[in-house]
């Protein structure tokens, strides 16, 4: 059984850096495509980024330029380095991992394999 488990959440000042690992185990992690979702309150979850198996990287246009994911297959670990936060980044932020063959990497029906989310709050 495949487990994620995100961490790295907190309370930031605006401005500020944050960075979320997530930690794959029970299965195979190279070879997936890995993606970051997030969900702030009363809104939709929604795409943030995704990066492929071989290290090919996505992002939605709300966080492009301030967001980078990586992967460290020999880790087992995928990671999302968050730059100069805004107070609409505050969400709970999910990593995922991608069904093989979908290339509709945005949307959460391509996933079958979520951690249970990290808090990220930005402060002013």
């Known amino acids: 059984q495949v487990q994620l488990v995100e961490s790295g959440g907190g309370l930031m000042q605006a401005g500020g850096s944050l960075r979320l690992s997530c930690a794959a185990s029970?299965?195979?992690?190279?070879?997936?495509?890995m993606g970051w979702f997030r969900q702030a309150p009363g809104k939709e979850r929604e795409f943030a980024a995704y990066?492929?198996?071989?290290?090919?990287?996505y992002y939605a246009d709300s966080v492009k330029g301030r967001f980078t994911i990586s992967r460290d297959n020999a880790k087992n670990t995928v990671y999302l380095q968050m730059n100069s936060l805004k107070l609409e980044d505050t969400a709970v932020y999910y990593c995922?991992?991608?069904?093989?063959?979908?290339?509709?990497?945005?949307?959460?029906?391509?996933?079958?394999?979520w951690g249970q989310g990290t808090q990220v709050t930005v402060s002013s």
């Open positions: 995922a991992r991608k069904l093989p063959g979908s290339s509709a990497y945005t949307q959460q029906a391509a996933y079958n394999y």
């Open positions: 029970g299965g195979t992690f190279s070879g997936y495509g």
């Open positions: 990066i492929t198996w071989l290290g090919t990287t």
